[in-house]
T-cell receptor, first 110, second 110 residues
Framework: GENVEQHPSTLSVQEGDSAVIKCTYSDSASNYFPWYKQELGKRPQLIIDIRSNVGEKKDQRIAVTLNKTAKHFSLHITETQPEDSAVYFC?????????FGTGTSLTVIP | DGGITQSPKYLFRKEGQNVTLSCEQNLNHDAMYWYRQDPGQGLRLIYYSQIVNDFQKGDIAEGYSVSREKKESFPLTVTSAQKNPTAFYLCACRLGGELFFGEGSRLTVL
């Protein structure tokens, strides 16, 4: 099945700085790459996604970039705020299965 | 109000006992998933179902069983054969590319 690797596992940034989380995947059949955010004690929720026919997608302070050739995609958060503190998961669904990365715990220091 | 509901939220079990976690959705989604979440290990797929009366094993199905007798229900049984059952369990349903998660069930084996 798909192998999704996510780095780093923990990340601390000062408020206002940028944060970048990277994922690699193994199955070239993957063509959809979502990112989920899980706040402490809550359920994961989709925050942004990208399909393989585009290289970048932005939504206010968050963006996702995709390099299909290298099989990696990244989440970029600019002007970080304390409410961005959470665990972020990347995913690379293949066929009917839905594989997640191991998660990145982001802490934004006020 | 549409959504996906898991119960119970917290559950304690003695070793050697089976326990069943409930997952109900009224979103009319065909696909449903069960994940296990442990610290530092992301979301690992236990079972998934694409349609009533059909389900497939995920990466860590050993010691678990499921049924899908109705579209809206996908219960997970944690059997006594599961060696390390203490974990946070998340159920999800899928529409297109997006997963919608329940609030989770935290199982503790005493």
């Amino acid at each position: 099945g798909e192998n999704v690797e996510q780095h780093p596992s923990t990340l601390s940034v000062q408020e206002g700085d940028s944060a970048v989380i990277k994922c690699t995947y193994s199955d070239s059949a993957s063509n959809y790459f979502p990112w989920y955010k899980q706040e402490l004690g809550k359920r994961p929720q989709l925050i942004i996604d990208i399909r393989s026919n585009v290289g970048e997608k932005k939504d206010q302070r968050i963006a996702v970039t995709l390099n299909k050739t290298a099989k990696h995609f990244s989440l970029h958060i600019t002007e970080t705020q304390p409410e961005d503190s959470a665990v972020y998961f990347c995913a690379a669904p293949v066929a009917r299965q839905f594989y997640f990365g191991t998660g990145t715990s982001l802490t934004v220091i006020p | 109000d549409g959504g996906i509901t898991q119960s119970p939220k917290y559950l304690f079990r003695k070793e050697g006992q089976n326990v069943t976690l409930s997952c109900e959705q009224n979103l009319n989604h065909d696909a449903m998933y069960w994940y296990r979440q442990d610290p530092g290990q992301g979301l690992r797929l236990i079972y998934y179902s694409q349609i009533v009366n059909d389900f497939q094993k995920g990466d860590i199905a050993e010691g678990y069983s499921v049924s899908r007798e109705k579209k809206e229900s996908f219960p997970l049984t944690v059997t006594s054969a599961q060696k390390n059952p203490t974990a946070f369990y998340l159920c999800a349903c899928r529409l297109g590319g997006e997963l919608f998660f329940g609030e989770g069930s935290r199982l503790t084996v005493l």
